[in-house]
C-alpha cells in the first residue's frame, strides 16, 4: 500500500491503527518468541467498556466556560472520549491500559473549531486552574500525553481534530499552510492534489498529525531527502493562555533568535501549535527502492557516512540494519537477503522527477560499490517500503501472546556512533538478562547527516512477571548508556516525561531555568502540559 493510500483510521485504546488491519501474529514471529522463553499469553486485556475511570473533578465553573468557548456538543466527558485519550502509545501505555489502569483519564475532551476557539479555552482552562494536554494524533511514544495532575482542579484533552485544513498553497514559494489537527494521511492527499507532497512519513505516519510533527521535531523515513519536519516550517502561529504569537515573516532572517525553534520540540508546554507554514516540494514522478548488502555494521555505516559527505544530493531515504535486525528482519518481515548469509542490509531510496531519480541514483551507486557495497536490486527496498507501516501491527499481538517489544532512539556524531550502539546494546541486554528474560536486542542507523546519524533500537523478549517495572530499569540503564556516551537523549521520539531527567542533565541547570522563564511567561499558571518536558521548576 502506497503512503498516500494509507486509511485515515479510527482509535482504538489498545490496538494500533485500523483495527481491520490486525491479523495476528505470523508462525515465524512466534517461533522466535518461544526462542525467547514466551511459554504462555499474558493476561488477557480488560475490555475497554470495563475499564473503570476516576471520577471527574471537574467543576460545574470550568465545564460551562469551555461549553460558552466551544459548544456543549464539543465538551465530553463520556466513557469513550475519556478512555481513548488516555495517554500515548508507548509499550509502558499499552500495559496499562491492558491491565485496566486509566488512572491519568483526562476529565474531558474539548474539541476546538478554530484558533480563536484555542485562545478562548486556554484562558478559561487558566482562570479555572484546569491543565490541559494539546493532543492532535496521540501517537506519544515518551509519556508526553501523561500530565501531572497535583495543583490543579482537573484536566482536559484539547483534541484539535476539527482543525484539518490545508489553509493555503503558494505555489511561486511552494509553501502550504497547514492547521494542526490534519492526520499525515490527510495532509498528504490535499497536497497531492495540488501537485504537491510533504515528504514526511514517520512509522506513526497512520495516527500521527501536524501539529504532533511539529511539536515533537518529528523525522520521517525519507529525512535525508525531505529534511526533518523542523527543517519545513517556515513558520507557524501559537496559542497562549495571554495570546497568540505568529512567527515566520519569510524564510530566514537575522533579527533575533530564530523562536520558531524554540517552540517546535516545546510539545505543547509553551502553547498549542494551531497551524504551521511548510516548505512542500513537487510530488514526485519518479520513485524507486533498492536494497544492498555490506559485510558487516561497520562497513555499512562507513559507506553512509560516505554517501552523507559526498557534497552531492543524498538518496531520499538511507538506512542501515545491523546483522541482527537484518536476520530476524523484524525491520523488513517480507523481505530477505536473496538468500545469503549474514551480512547488514541497507535501504537506500530516491524520488523526484526520472532525470533528478536518474542522477541521485548514480551517484550513490557509484558510492556504495566503491564502499564495498553489493547491490541486490530492487526487491528488498520495495519490499521494505510496502511493509513499512506494517511494523506497529506486531506489537499488540506481541503483548497479547506474553511477549514485550519497545523501542527507542538516539543519535551521535560519526566518532563515537559505534561506541553509542555498543553501550546501549550492553546495557538492555544485562538489565533484561538480569531479570530473567535475556532479550534480542536490534538496532538500525534511520537518519543521516554530514556530521552523524541517529540509533534506533527494537528490545524483544518475554514479559516479566511486572513488565512495567521489567521495561522501566531497562530504559533507565538504556538513558544511562546513552548519557555516557555524549549522545542525544532523543532524537525524534521527543522528551515527554520518560527522557525529561536525562534532558535536563543534557541541557544543563541553566538551560532548563531560562525554559521555565520562557513559560512563566506565556503560561503564567503552569497549564500546559504540566510534569511534560521540563522538570519541576527548582527541582
Known amino acids: ?20 488491519q490486525h491479523s495476528g501474529l505470523p508462525p515465524a514471529i ?17 475490555p475497554p467498556d470495563a475499564v473503570r475511570l476516576p471520577p471527574v473533578t471537574l467543576s460545574e465553573a470550568a ?15 463520556g466513557h469513550d472520549a475519556r478512555l481513548g485519550h488516555t495517554r ?7 500495559l496499562r491500559l491492558r491491565a ?13 473549531g478554530s484558533h480563536d476557539e484555542v485562545v478562548a479555552v486556554l484562558r478559561a482552562c487558566a482562570e479555572h486552574r484546569v491543565a490541559v494536554v494539546p493532543y ?24 484539535l481534530r476539527r482543525l484539518d485544513a490545508l489553509v493555503e ?16 494521511p490527510r495532509a498528504e492527499r490535499l497536497l497531492r492534489e495540488q501537485g504537491f507532497t510533504l515528504g514526511h512519513f514517520p512509522q506513526s505516519y497512520e495516527g500521527a498529525s501536524i501539529g504532533g510533527y511539529a511539536a515533537a521535531r518529528s523525522a520521517g523515513q525519507s529525512s535525508a531527502g525531505y529534511g526533518r519536519f523542523d527543517e519545513m516550517v517556515v513558520g507557524l502561529v501559537l496559542a497562549t493562555p495571554r495570546g497568540t504569537v505568529e512567527l515566520g515573516t519569510a524564510p530566514k532572517s537575522a533579527a533575533g533568535p530564530d523562536l520558531r525553534q524554540l517552540v517546535l520540540g516545546s510539545e505543547g508546554v509553551l502553547g498549542v501549535i494551531t497551524s504551521v507554514r511548510v516548505r512542500v516540494r513537487p510530488a514526485p514522478g519518479e520513485r524507486i527502492f533498492e536494497g544492498w548488502r555490506f559485510p558487516s555494521f561497520e562497513a555499512g555505516a562507513a559507506a553512509l557516512r560516505r554517501l552523507a559527505q559526498a557534497g552531492t544530493p543524498p538518496p531520499t531515504v538511507l ?7 537484518t536476520a530476524v528482519n523484524l525491520a523488513d518481515p517480507a523481505a530477505a537477503l536473496d538468500g545469503g548469509p549474514g551480512g547488514c542490509l541497507a535501504i537506500t531510496g530516491y524520488e523526484g522527477d526520472p532525470a533528478e531519480v536518474a542522477a541521485r541514483r548514480a551517484a550513490a551507486t557509484d558510492v556504495l560499490l566503491a564502499a564495498g557495497g553489493a547491490p541486490l536490486g530492487p526487491g528488498p527496498g520495495e519490499s521494505w517500503r510496502e511493509g513499512r507501516f506494517r511494523a506497529p501491527y506486531l506489537r499488540d499481538p506481541i503483548l497479547a501472546a506474553g511477549g514485550l517489544v519497545e523501542t527507542l532512539e538516539t543519535a551521535a556524531f560519526w566518532s563515537g556512533l559505534h561506541r553509542l550502539r555498543a553501550a546501549v546494546t550492553e546495557a538492555l541486554t544485562a538489565e533484561l538478562t538480569g531479570q530473567g528474560t535475556p532479550p534480542v536486542v536490534l538496532c538500525h542507523i534511520s537518519h543521516v547527516y554530514e556530521t552523524g546519524a541517529s540509533l534506533y533500537f527494537t528490545v524483544v523478549c518475554a514479559q516479566a512477571a511486572d513488565p512495567l517495572t521489567q521495561w522501566a530499569a531497562a530504559k533507565t540503564a538504556a538513558n544511562r548508556a546513552i548519557r555516557s556516551c555524549g549522545a542525544a537523549i532523543t532524537h525524534h521520539h521527543g522528551v515527554g516525561t520518560d527522557h525529561r531527567a536525562a534532558y535536563a542533565e543534557e541541557i544543563g541547570p541553566l538551560a532548563v531555568e531560562a525554559l521555565h522563564a520562557v513559560k512563566r511567561v506565556l503560561d503564567p499558571t503552569g497549564i500546559l502540559n504540566p510534569g511534560v518536558l521540563l522538570p519541576p521548576a527548582g527541582g
Do not use: C, I, K, N
Open 1 to 20: 500500500m502506497a503512503e498516500t493510500e494509507l486509511p485515515v483510521v479510527g482509535f482504538h485504546p489498545y490496538l494500533w491503527g485500523d483495527p481491520a
Open 100 to 112: 485496566g489502569d486509566a488512572a491519568d483519564a483526562p476529565d474531558a475532551v474539548v474539541f476546538p
Open 88 to 94: 500515548g502509545r508507548s509499550t509502558p501505555d499499552l
Open 136 to 159: 492532535s494524533g496521540g501517537t506519544s511514544v515518551v509519556g508526553g500525553l501523561a500530565p501531572a495532575r497535583a495543583g490543579f482542579a482537573g484536566v482536559v484533552t484539547l483534541d
Open 63 to 77: 465545564r460551562a466556560a469551555l461549553t460558552a468557548v466551544v459548544g456543549a456538543e464539543h465538551v465530553d466527558s
Open 319 to 325: 538506512r542501515l540494519s545491523d546483522e541482527l535486525e
Open 169 to 184: 498553497v503558494d505555489s511561486v514559494s511552494r509553501t502550504a499552510v497547514l492547521q494542526a489537527g490534519l492526520r499525515g
Open 30 to 46: 512466534h517461533a522466535a518468541l518461544s526462542g525467547l522463553g514466551v511459554t504462555a499469553p499474558a493476561r488477557p486485556a480488560v
